[in-house]
C-alpha cells in the first residue's frame, strides 16, 4: 500500500483480557518499529524488527507483551491479560535504508483497557 | 547513549509569522541522523524534515528548515508564515548508526489567529 496501516483504529477491552494489534508497512520497508505513547506524552520505543527477527526486544515493558512479524510484511504485537496501565496510542512505523532511516508511521491503534 | 532535550513544553505564535522550536542532542557518534516530525491531533506522526550529520548545508523542505549548529549540538526547527493547520505536537527524534530511534518529549505549538 502507498503507506503503514493500522488496525484496529480503536480498541476497547476488559481488564484481562488479550488483544492483538496489526501493523501493515510500507512495502520494501525492511525495518518495523512499534512504539507506545501515553496521553500526552512522548514515544515509548517498545520493539524492532529486521525483516521477521527482532534483534532487540528490550523495551517491551513486561512479558505480556510479545510481538511477531512474517518476513518482511505484517507484524502484530499482543498484549495478554490487559492491564489499565496498558492504555494508550500504539504506533507501528516503517523504513528502508534506501530512505535514509527515515521512519514514516501508521495512524495508530487506540487501545482503552477498562 | 543518545539523548534528544525539547526544552519548549509550549509555543505560540501569531498566523503568518514564523517560529522557532528548540531541539538539542546528545550522540557520541560520529555519523547521526536529525528527524522533525509533526503530531497533530488526529495522532497521526508526519515527517517533516531530516538532517544527516555531514550535511553541510541546512536541511529545507517548503515552509519547514532545520537550523543545524553541529558544535552547539542543536538541530532547532524553523517553521516560516505559520499557518493554523501548523498547531500540534512537534518531536525531535535521532538515531546514530543503530536502529534505536530516540524521540524528544514534544512541543506543542499554537497558532493564533
Known amino acids: 500500500g502507498a503507506g503503514v496501516s493500522q488496525s484496529p483504529s480503536n480498541k476497547v477491552t476488559e481488564k484481562g483480557k488479550d488483544v492483538e494489534l496489526r501493523c501493515d508497512p510500507i512495502?520494501?520497508?525492511?525495518?518495523l518499529y512499534w512504539y507506545r505513547q501515553r496521553l500526552g506524552q512522548g514515544l515509548e520505543f517498545l520493539i524492532y524488527?529486521?525483516?521477521?527477527?527482532?534483534?532487540?526486544k528490550s523495551g517491551l515493558p513486561s512479558d505480556r507483551f510479545s510481538a511477531e512479524r512474517t518476513g518482511e510484511s505484517v507484524s502484530t504485537l499482543t498484549i495478554q491479560r490487559t492491564q489499565q496501565e496498558d492504555s494508550a496510542v500504539y504506533l507501528c512505523?516503517?523504513?528502508?535504508?534506501?530512505?535514509?532511516?527515515?521512519?514514516?508511521f501508521g495512524p495508530g491503534t487506540r487501545l482503552l483497557v477498562l | 547513549a543518545q539523548k534528544i532535550t525539547q526544552t519548549q513544553p509550549g509555543m505560540f505564535v501569531q498566523e503568518k509569522e514564523a517560529v522557532t522550536l528548540d531541539c538539542t542532542y546528545d550522540?557520541?557518534?560520529?555519523?547521526?541522523?536529525l528527524f522533525w516530525y509533526k503530531q497533530p491531533s488526529s495522532g497521526e506522526m508526519i515527517f517533516l524534515i531530516y538532517?544527516?550529520?555531514?550535511?553541510?548545508q541546512n536541511a529545507t523542505e517548503g515552509r519547514y528548515s532545520l537550523n543545524f549548529q553541529k558544535a552547539r549540538k542543536s538541530a532547532n526547527l524553523v517553521i516560516s508564515a505559520s499557518q493554523l493547520g501548523d498547531s500540534a505536537m512537534y518531536f525531535c527524534?535521532?538515531?546514530?548508526?543503530?536502529?534505536?530511534?530516540?524521540f524528544g518529549t514534544g512541543t506543542r505549538l499554537k497558532v493564533l489567529a
Open positions: 512505523a516503517s523504513s528502508s535504508h534506501m530512505e535514509g532511516q527515515t521512519q514514516y
Open positions: 512495502s520494501g520497508h525492511t525495518a
Open positions: 524488527f529486521q525483516g521477521n527477527s527482532a534483534p532487540d
Open positions: 550522540t557520541s557518534d560520529q555519523s547521526y541522523g
Open positions: 538532517q544527516g550529520s555531514y550535511d553541510e
Open positions: 527524534a535521532t538515531f546514530a548508526g543503530t536502529y534505536k530511534y530516540i
